[in-house]
């Protein structure tokens, strides 16, 4: 209204939130006021688009739609994604449009439909080939990383991001702690746990000092399975109740789910303990031996609230779906399996990334000449002739 126009400022060519993929990663900064967030949003955000002249336009509805979608509300989330993908797009915010897709990916594995995974992966390449900017190459480098750990492989991180190094000469600030979470994903898939050990501490000590909380609760997540992993259920324990009383607050299942192959045993445990009035721990044995006499007596002792019972209920319920829904998308996955043999892609994937012959074989251990040899392979079986032409094809 001073200015009586819109603000020169900001550049509509600028990525909102600084270019990260998760906005409830940017927005979320405290526990229990998410809901308080989210309306703050949607009061103040018109008034921002007048002033920037659309810039950022859909992040209000990408936002609520990221807390649906970590609360178990994957239909609402949906609609939510579409109608910020059509504000984005009348506004060419292709920076919103591909958080939105990635959203979409994630509602997609949690529901195990295939071809809508495939349509927002899809989706998120084609806006990586359309925009020549170097951020959107970035961000659709981030949500491929972040699809392929969700599903519990690590082949798909991408190389910039298997460095904390790397990652910090190009990205902004404020999209580091996020891209922090899927390094330590990654190390965690791979289990190289010292290297893990060695940076949480600082990553937890950024996240608080930036009052991030999702990514608090993904490190004490990772912590936790980390400690499951190497028998140390005791630290494990502490690291995942430090986790759910970040989380639980503002309903926040999602983190858990994608981590219940690997620890559904432990988080169950944790829970039920959760709910006993005298336990803090009981084993996974335990509970493997008499499930659901534990629960049932537990929660029946437990002076729990209902909202507490809701909470444990929806998030046992939220963490089988996840786990059956990636199960659905990776073995769709497979059927469509590239020609090439893992060892072939994985040379591939390193010359795809600039690397030489010399190179591959210093990292991978082969001779040069096999690195030469598998390359024309590749080329063979893909019917290509230059890395001009690998750039441009999938495999």
Same mark, same amino acid.
């Given at each position: 209204?001073?200015?009586? $126009?819109?603000?020169?400022?900001?550049?509509?060519?600028?990525?909102?939130?600084?270019?990260?993929?998760?906005?409830? /990663?940017?927005?979320?900064?405290?526990?229990?006021?998410?809901?308080?967030?989210?309306?703050?949003?949607?009061?103040?955000?018109?008034?921002?688009?007048?002033?920037?002249?659309?810039?950022?336009?859909?992040?209000?509805?990408?936002?609520?739609?990221?807390?649906?979608?970590?609360?178990?509300?994957?239909?609402?989330?949906?609609?939510?994604?579409?109608?910020?993908?059509?504000?984005? =797009?009348?506004?060419?915010?292709?920076?919103?449009?591909?958080?939105?897709?990635?959203?979409?990916?994630?509602?997609?594995?949690?529901?195990?439909?295939?071809?809508?995974?495939?349509?927002?992966?899809?989706?998120?390449?084609?806006?990586?080939?359309?925009?020549? /900017?170097?951020?959107?190459?970035?961000?659709?480098?981030?949500?491929?990383?972040?699809?392929?750990?969700?599903?519990?492989?690590?082949?798909?991180?991408?190389?910039?991001?298997?460095?904390?190094?790397?990652?910090?000469?190009?990205?902004?600030?404020?999209?580091?702690?996020?891209?922090?979470?899927?390094?330590?994903?990654?190390?965690?898939?791979?289990?190289?746990?010292?290297?893990?050990?060695?940076?949480?501490?600082?990553?937890?000590?950024?996240?608080?000092?930036?009052?991030?909380?999702?990514?608090?609760?993904?490190?004490?997540?990772?912590?936790?399975?980390?400690?499951?992993?190497? =028998?140390?259920?005791?630290?494990?324990?502490?690291?995942?109740?430090?986790?759910?009383?970040?989380?639980?607050?503002?309903?926040?299942?999602?983190?858990?789910?994608?981590?219940?192959?690997?620890?559904?045993?432990?988080?169950?445990?944790?829970?039920?303990?959760?709910?006993?009035?005298?336990?803090?721990?009981?084993?996974?044995?335990?509970?493997?031996? /008499?499930?659901?006499?534990?629960?049932? $007596?537990?929660?029946?002792?437990?002076?729990?609230?209902?909202? =507490?019972?809701?909470?444990?209920?929806?998030?046992?319920?939220?963490?089988?779906?996840?786990?059956?829904?990636?199960?659905?998308?990776?073995?769709?996955?497979?059927?469509?399996?590239?020609?090439?043999?893992?060892?072939?892609?994985?040379?591939?994937?390193?010359?795809?990334?600039?690397?030489?012959?010399?190179?591959?074989?210093? =990292?991978?251990?082969?001779?040069?000449?096999?690195?030469?040899?598998?390359? $024309?392979?590749?080329?063979?079986?893909?019917?290509?002739?230059?890395?001009?032409?690998?750039?441009?094809?999938?495999?």
């Amino acid at each position: 209204k001073i200015l009586g $126009k819109p603000s020169s400022l900001i550049s509509q060519d600028f990525p909102f939130a600084f270019g990260s993929t998760s906005l409830i /990663n940017s927005f979320w900064r405290e526990s229990g006021r998410l809901e308080d967030t989210l309306e703050l949003m949607d009061d103040g955000f018109p008034s921002y688009l007048q002033l920037t002249r659309g810039h950022g336009a859909g992040a209000n509805s990408i936002l609520r739609a990221e807390a649906m979608l970590m609360r178990g509300d994957d239909e609402e989330a949906k609609i939510l994604c579409h109608r910020a993908i059509f504000e984005a =797009r009348s506004h060419q915010q292709v920076s919103i449009c591909i958080c939105g897709e990635l959203v979409l990916a994630r509602v997609a594995i949690l529901q195990g439909d295939a071809q809508g995974y495939v349509n927002a992966v899809e989706n998120i390449k084609r806006y990586a080939k359309q925009t020549p /900017n170097l951020y959107i190459l970035r961000m659709a480098d981030v949500c491929m990383s972040t699809l392929s750990l969700v599903l519990g492989s690590s082949e798909g991180v991408a190389q910039w991001l298997r460095s904390m190094d790397h990652m910090r000469q190009v990205l902004y600030a404020p999209a580091i702690p996020f891209a922090q979470v899927l390094y330590s994903s990654f190390l965690i898939t791979e289990k190289r746990y010292s290297e893990f050990y060695g940076l949480s501490q600082h990553v937890i000590d950024l996240a608080g000092s930036m009052n991030y909380m999702l990514t608090q609760v993904y490190y004490h997540l990772f912590l936790a399975v980390a400690k499951h992993q190497t =028998r140390n259920d005791v630290e494990a324990c502490k690291h995942l109740k430090d986790a759910l009383l970040l989380a639980l607050p503002d309903r926040i299942y999602l983190p858990f789910a994608q981590n219940w192959d690997v620890m559904g045993d432990l988080l169950e445990s944790v829970v039920i303990g959760w709910a006993a009035p005298q336990a803090l721990y009981i084993s996974p044995a335990q509970v493997a031996q /008499n499930a659901n006499m534990a629960r049932t $007596k537990t929660l029946e002792a437990a002076n729990l609230s209902e909202g =507490r019972k809701k909470d444990i209920s929806s998030l046992i319920a939220l963490c089988k779906r996840q786990s059956k829904g990636a199960g659905i998308i990776r073995k769709a996955i497979i059927k469509t399996r590239s020609p090439l043999t893992p060892r072939e892609r994985e040379i591939a994937l390193l010359f795809k990334e600039r690397l030489s012959s010399q190179e591959i074989a210093n =990292r991978l251990c082969i001779s040069k000449a096999t690195a030469k040899t598998t390359i $024309k392979n590749v080329y063979r079986k893909l019917d290509i002739h230059s890395r001009i032409e690998l750039n441009s094809v999938e495999f």
